[in-house]
């Protein structure tokens, strides 16, 4: 199996992603290398293998049944375009980190993550296998004055992986940022347009936004002909899902940016970049950032 294989492979909305934590990481690093900490750490909670795949064909037709089969093969390894994972855009800051923290479950993306160590061996890289979630509440628990550290934790899930318990227990350091993947995709997949939502979904919800109160931000209650209430998704239900959410982080880090919409290739949206944490300084420069594209 080739190193190629092994990465993942993700969509063209994926660079959007990786510039706006590069932009920042850049901008974060520059100003906390004239402050004195214990450290500045960088988190990967959901790592990779520190390289991606985009995969983009072109839509030109092929005229020729003989070759066609070997033309478009042909045409989709030409198209095959590797970009740095999130792993890697941390490495290659110019002012780098002290330490590096990437939590990946794959073991053949481990595997990939031990070679950056060869490749950056000057740095403190750590790799950990665990889910994300139970790493970050052991570290936090941890007795460690946090107030003698910074750090930028980047929580990208593909899903409503990361409860609100993990963001809370990040926001009550005051020491910690986060970049945050909002998974708004997978939350429509989970809540029915109807309201009517099974128990395990809705239970899911509850502990990825750590209240019930979004499902009465998401839904409003209508009277039907006969009496009885139904639910119905209120309109723009994204944004304000997306701006509860944003005062959620806010109240818990002290600020919280804009929020940057991704779309997908059919111009669905897909998620939205949120930063957050408990400096004033890094909620403009992410709002500048951010606010490049389609922002609420």
């Keep these: 199996m080739s190193d190629k294989s092994l990465v993942p492979e993700v969509g063209p909305w994926a660079e959007v992603k990786l510039k706006c934590l590069g932009d920042y990481l850049a901008a974060y690093t520059t100003i906390l290398r004239k402050q004195t900490f214990k450290g500045f750490v960088y988190i990967d909670a959901f790592a990779g293998a520190g390289t991606a795949k985009i995969r983009k064909k072109e839509s030109a037709p092929i005229e020729d049944t003989f070759f066609s089969d070997l033309l478009e093969a042909k045409q989709d390894v030409e198209q095959e375009r590797f970009i740095l994972g999130s792993p890697r855009v941390a490495l290659e800051l110019q002012h780098p980190f002290s330490h590096y923290v990437f939590v990946e479950l794959s073991e053949k993306r481990r595997n990939e993550l031990e070679k950056l160590k060869t490749n950056h061996a000057g740095k403190d890289i750590r790799i950990y296998d665990r889910n994300c979630n139970d790493y970050l509440l052991e570290l936090l628990n941890k007795n460690v004055k946090w107030a003698e550290w910074r750090g930028v934790v980047f929580l990208d899930p593909f899903g409503t992986h990361v409860p609100w318990e993990t963001v ?52 409003r209650k209508e009277q039907t002909l006969f009496g009885d209430s139904s ?50 300084t890094g909620q403009k420069i992410a709002d500048h950032i951010l606010s490049q594209g389609e922002a609420i």
């Design 231 to 280: 639910h119905s998704k209120v309109e723009d239900a994204s944004k304000s899902l997306v701006n509860w959410y944003r005062k959620r982080l806010q109240a818990a880090f002290g600020h919280a940016s804009s929020a940057r919409l991704i779309r997908n290739t059919k111009n669905s949206p897909l998620y939205y970049l949120i930063w957050a944490g408990p400096n004033g």
């Design 168 to 219: 809370n227990a990040l926001a009550r350091t005051k020491s910690f940022e986060v970049f945050i993947n909002f998974p708004w995709m997978a939350i429509t997949r989970l809540a029915n347009n109807d309201g009517d939502i099974p128990d395990g979904h809705r239970a899911i919800l509850d502990r990825y936004f750590g209240s019930e109160k979004w499902f009465d931000v998401m839904f």
